[in-house]
């Protein structure tokens, strides 16, 4: 950490040029986020919001919240961070996504809740797919149960 406060207080240090190290802040350390966000040479936006994508793709719900308060950070250039999100079960970060006014939940023709679907009835499929094969109906009812629950767990 105090490596990084010293190279950023070096005025050779290109910020400009910076966002190929976003990435690698961003989905980290908090503590660093803060330190990146604080210097205002420093656009967490650059690479069509690339920060934010990383960090919610890492499920990392803590620095999301942080990028969403820098008013750079736009939240609806990058709609497929809610749907990927809702795809993959990530709740923290679909609540985060949610509680923030700029986020449209319906962009391109509701994606976020078909992928979330999408992805429920794949398991589902698969899973039946899987013990057909060994003719055991009881596992199937009860893989079937798991994964509505866990669906549902996933969308409160």
Same mark, same amino acid.
């Given at each position: 950490?105090?490596?990084?406060?010293? /190279? =950023?207080?070096?005025?050779?240090?290109?910020?400009?040029?910076?966002?190929? /190290? +976003?990435?690698? +802040?961003?989905?980290?350390?908090?503590?660093?986020?803060? $330190?990146?966000?604080?210097?205002?040479? &420093?656009?967490?936006?650059?690479?069509?919001?690339?920060?934010? %994508?990383?960090?919610?793709?890492?499920?990392?719900?803590?620095?999301?919240?942080?990028?969403?308060?820098?008013?750079?950070?736009?939240?609806?250039?990058?709609?497929?961070? $809610?749907?990927?999100?809702?795809?993959?079960?990530?709740?923290? &970060?679909?609540?985060?996504? =949610?509680?923030?006014?700029?986020?449209?939940?319906?962009?391109?023709?509701?994606?976020?809740?078909?992928?979330?679907?999408? %992805?429920?009835?794949? &398991?589902?499929?698969?899973?039946?797919? #899987?013990?057909?094969?060994?003719?055991? %109906?009881? /596992?199937?009812?009860?893989?079937?149960?798991?994964?509505? %629950?866990? +669906?549902?767990?996933? #969308?409160?």
């Amino acid at each position: 950490m105090q490596v990084a406060k010293l /190279l =950023l207080k070096d005025p050779r240090i290109d910020l400009n040029n910076a966002g190929n /190290l +976003f990435p690698f +802040f961003f989905s980290r350390e908090p503590t660093l986020v803060k $330190l990146f966000l604080e210097d205002e040479r &420093i656009n967490p936006a650059v690479n069509n919001n690339r920060a934010l %994508r990383i960090a919610a793709r890492n499920n990392h719900a803590h620095v999301v919240s942080l990028l969403l308060q820098d008013p750079h950070v736009d939240p609806s250039d990058c709609w497929d961070v $809610l749907r990927e999100a809702a795809e993959f079960c990530r709740t923290d &970060i679909v609540r985060i996504l =949610l509680a923030n006014p700029r986020v449209d939940p319906g962009i391109h023709n509701n994606a976020a809740i078909r992928r979330a679907l999408v %992805r429920w009835e794949y &398991i589902t499929r698969m899973m039946e797919s #899987m013990c057909s094969k060994c003719s055991c %109906r009881i /596992l199937v009812w009860i893989l079937q149960q798991i994964i509505q %629950r866990w +669906f549902i767990i996933c #969308m409160q």
